[in-house]
């Protein structure tokens, strides 16, 4: 039967195939990594005077404060802890050291 003489030649030849490397023409497969291992824990953002730290916009002149120690006060922006202090209600805002 001539199947059967075509077939042993196929399972001869199989290992020759799968010992073949991979055209020069295909790309490589990407590397893998893993995106946890990359992580870094960052300390919880606060607004100091570091000079490495985005700077704050100062809050609109139009918002108004509450009097602390005689001075108009506002934290902005709300919650972050970063207090704003002026004088005068017709004057700038500026940062609290």
């Known amino acids: 039967m001539k199947g059967g003489a075509d077939e042993g030649r196929f399972e001869q030849a199989s290992p020759l195939l799968e010992a073949t490397s991979p055209s020069v023409n295909e790309p490589s497969p990407p590397p893998q990594t893993n995106p946890v291992e990359f992580a870094i824990d960052l300390p919880e953002s606060s607004v100091t005077n570091n000079p490495l730290q985005p700077m704050v916009d100062a809050p609109d002149p139009d918002l108004?404060?509450?009097?602390?120690?005689?001075?108009?006060?506002?934290?902005?922006?709300?919650?972050?802890?970063?207090l704003w202090t002026r004088d005068d209600p017709m004057d700038s805002w500026s940062s609290k050291v």
């Open 64 to 82: 108004m404060g509450m009097i602390l120690d005689g001075v108009e006060t506002i934290e902005h922006p709300s919650g972050s802890g970063h």
